[in-house]
């Protein structure tokens, strides 16, 4: 809390005038009474130095900088946050994960879009850029493109930062369900690997039997 004129405790206090001139450390009485002379008020802005602090203004109006200085120094860091594709998503999937990066977007971070290829699906990669297409077709209301969709390795990524707040219109909602997982792609593979896996092993079952 900040201590103002009779409320201060230190019975010495290092005093700074209005335009910031250094008034020497006096008795807090008389830098009081000096301050009121002036129509003003001390004001304890450094109360654990030795002697505290204090500043000859206007109360109210230092008050009101002092708070739009806290509220510029609070504006949230802008992140990389990042949203997870396959080519084969499934539509209720894919409106979940625009619902989530709308959120992001509604919080004022990045977002990385990826599409991951599989296998096969390395030889049809245009149908990944129809997807990235969409996606910046349905964000178009909430972000601007920072880069394209282009290969990185096996992914396809896009960049994308929101639209100022007063422009940005949400079209998706998570109410219908939970985001799968961000790091699905590793479990998906490995269910394929199993699955290829059993068919081999059926396979050989079946040739065996034949001999």
Known sequence: MTRVNERIRAPRVRVVSKSGEQLGVMETREAVRKAKALGLDLVEVASKADPPVCRVVE???WKYEQSKLK???VKPSTKMKEVKFRVRTEEHD???KLGRA???LDEGHKVRMQLQFRGRENAHREI????????KEDLKTMAHVDQDAKLVGRNLVMILSPLPA??????????HGDLIEEDDFGEDEGMEEDEEHAAVEVG????????
């Open 128 to 135: 990944g850029f129809e997807v990235m297409d969409r996606i």
């Open 166 to 175: 007063g422009q940005r219109q949400r079209k998706f909602k998570l109410s």
């Open 102 to 104: 709308e959120t992001f």
């Open 204 to 211: 050989g079952e079946g040739e065996k039997k034949e001999g």
């Open 71 to 73: 509220k510029n120094k």
């Open 59 to 61: 109360y109210g109006k």
């Open 94 to 96: 894919y409106n979940i």
